[in-house]
T-cell receptor, first 115, second 115 residues
Framework: DQQVKQNSPSLSVQEGRISILNCDYTNSMFDYFLWYKKYPAEGPTFLIS?????DKNEDGRFTVFLNKSAKHLSLHIVPSQPGDSAVYFCAASGAGGTSYGKLTFGQGTILTVHP | DVKVTQSSRYLVKRTGEKVFLECVQDMDHENMFWYRQDPGLGLRLIYF???????EKGDIPEGYSVSREKKERFSLILESASTNQTSMYLCASTFIPSRGNYGYTFGSGTRLTVV
């Protein structure tokens, strides 16, 4: 049972344009959401997060939007750069009980930004 | 610079072998995690530990065990390696999260191939 889903395995975008990566979740107990970026042969690195009490969080070129009623979040990258080419993972936490900071990840989306 | 270090970048093991994957963190984090990353499946949690000698099963613990004898070290053990355990293994650590603060740090990963 995939509680966090990224339905687009890949996304291709031209440099300078907007990249929009999507993520859906099913567990209404999740209250914190994160995006991680992963280059080949490296571990994932934290990119940006959002609490369920907010609907938007912005950090430079990266903005995350949360729609709780739709159980949907998205990551916008504007403008996209070739160095943004990586795998992007959506993650969620807070699903009740003693979660101990446990994160549930989506399948990942491979972003390719063409010069 | 804070670090999570995984002892091997690449490993090739034979079916039936007992395999040890080691992870060490230098941040005095309480929580440590083992994930595996597979194409189309994202990161899936195998086991985690929130204290020395404490361990909890994740989503896919079958065929694995763990050991945490010291706070900084978390070992993943494949009791009898099988080909379906060929994967990228990622270790992560974090402090006990305050609300909305999940400082996950990942290691660079171990690419395990079981032949």
């Amino acid at each position: 049972d995939q509680q966090v889903k990224q339905n687009s395995p890949s996304l291709s975008v031209q440099e300078g344009r907007i990249s929009i990566l999507n993520c859906d979740y099913t567990n209404s107990m999740f209250d914190y959401f994160l995006w991680y970026k992963k280059y080949p042969a490296e571990g994932p690195t934290f990119l940006i997060s959002i609490s369920s009490i907010k609907d938007k969080n912005e950090d430079g070129r990266f903005t995350v939007f949360l729609n709780k009623s739709a159980k949907h979040l998205s990551l916008h990258i504007v403008p996209s750069q070739p160095g943004d080419s990586a795998v992007y993972f959506c993650a969620a936490s807070g699903a009740g009980g003693t979660s101990y900071g446990k994160l549930t990840f989506g399948q990942g989306t491979i972003l390719t930004v063409h010069p | 610079d804070v670090k999570v270090t995984q002892s091997s970048r690449y490993l090739v093991k034979r079916t039936g072998e007992k395999v040890f994957l080691e992870c060490v963190q230098d941040m005095d984090h309480e929580n440590m995690f083992w994930y595996r990353q597979d194409p189309g499946l994202g990161l899936r949690l195998i086991y985690f530990s929130y204290d020395v000698k404490m361990k909890e099963k994740g989503d896919i613990p079958e065929g694995y065990s763990v050991s945490r004898e010291k706070k900084e070290r978390f070992s993943l053990i494949l009791e009898s390696a099988s080909t379906n355990q060929t994967s990228m293994y990622l270790c992560a650590s974090t402090f006990i999260p305050s609300r909305g603060n999940y400082g996950y740090t990942f290691g660079s990963g171990t690419r395990l191939t079981v032949v």
